[in-house]
């Protein structure tokens, strides 16, 4: 189960991230958190985030072509929902984590799940 965005709130921890006005809407965000390297979209004033390792071979996914939720893996052409890491077409089989986002305050918070 890697849609962590469906998880008890008592078991992800909350990190900010950026103020809210850097990343504008059709934009997106790359970060590194505790080795781990995720992405965070605005999609017309929703945010959204991924990990940025494709399932099917660890291409980074977070650069791909988004259309709507869907985005493209670059390397081999996967697709993902960015909103609940489902995979939704091959060669990629496996979902890959989606992680909780919220706004406080004009400031990003990403959800990352505690060990
Ligand atoms: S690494 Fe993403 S489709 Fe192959």
């Given at each position: 189960?890697?849609?962590?965005t469906k998880i008890d709130e008592s078991k992800v921890e909350y990190v900010?991230?950026?103020p809210a006005s850097e990343l504008p809407n059709g934009e997106r965000l790359f970060v590194?958190?505790?080795?781990?390297?995720?992405?965070?979209?605005n999609i017309a004033g929703q945010f959204f985030s991924i990990a940025d390792v494709c399932s099917h071979d660890d291409g980074p996914v977070g650069?791909?072509?988004l259309e709507g939720y869907n985005i493209t893996c670059p390397r081999h052409g996967a697709q993902f929902d960015v909103r609940t890491g489902k995979v939704m077409q091959m060669p990629a089989v496996v979902d890959i984590p989606?992680?909780?986002?919220q706004v406080r305050d004009g400031n990003i918070f990403l959800g990352i799940p505690r060990e």
């Open positions: 189960m890697y849609n962590y900010e991230i950026a590194e958190i505790g080795g781990k390297m995720i992405v965070i979209f650069e791909g072509t989606a992680y909780p986002v």
